[in-house]
């Protein structure tokens, strides 16, 4: 099994910043893309940011300077630096990993039990 989990979410105003982490742990052979997502009361889970095992990245419009998300392969481990905050980033943020593991052989995405980001006006 795999098991995600996040941290640093909380209570920030608006144009102060957070530092999302989320560390991979488990039966991992290695792992593919990593990401962010968030989902704010009454709307649909929505992309923030993902990187790849390469490096490449990509940005939700909203988010795109704003928002650096970075990775840590050795430590398994995906962050999301958040600047400029404003009201309408609160939300529930969730790491998602796409992970291959030996036993069974097989990639599946794994999704963390989500950290609560508020940015007060």
């Known amino acids: 099994q795999v098991q995600l989990v996040e941290s640093g979410g909380g209570l920030v105003q608006a144009g102060g910043s957070l530092r999302l982490s989320c560390v991979a742990s488990?039966?991992?052979?290695?792992?593919?893309?990593m990401g962010w997502y968030r989902q704010a009361p009454g709307k649909q889970r929505e992309l923030v940011a993902t990187?790849?095992?390469?490096?490449?990245?990509n940005y939700a419009d909203s988010v795109k300077g704003r928002f650096t998300i970075s990775r840590d392969n050795a430590k398994n481990t995906v962050y999301l630096q958040m600047n400029s905050l404003k009201p309408e980033d609160t939300a529930v943020y969730y790491c998602?990993?796409?992970?291959?593991?030996?036993?069974?052989?097989?990639?599946?995405?794994?999704w963390g039990q989500g950290t609560q980001v508020t940015v007060s006006s």
């Open positions: 990187v790849r095992s390469g490096g490449n990245t």
């Open positions: 998602n990993a796409g992970v291959l593991t030996l036993s069974p052989a097989r990639t599946s995405d794994y």
């Open positions: 488990g039966r991992i052979f290695s792992i593919n893309h």
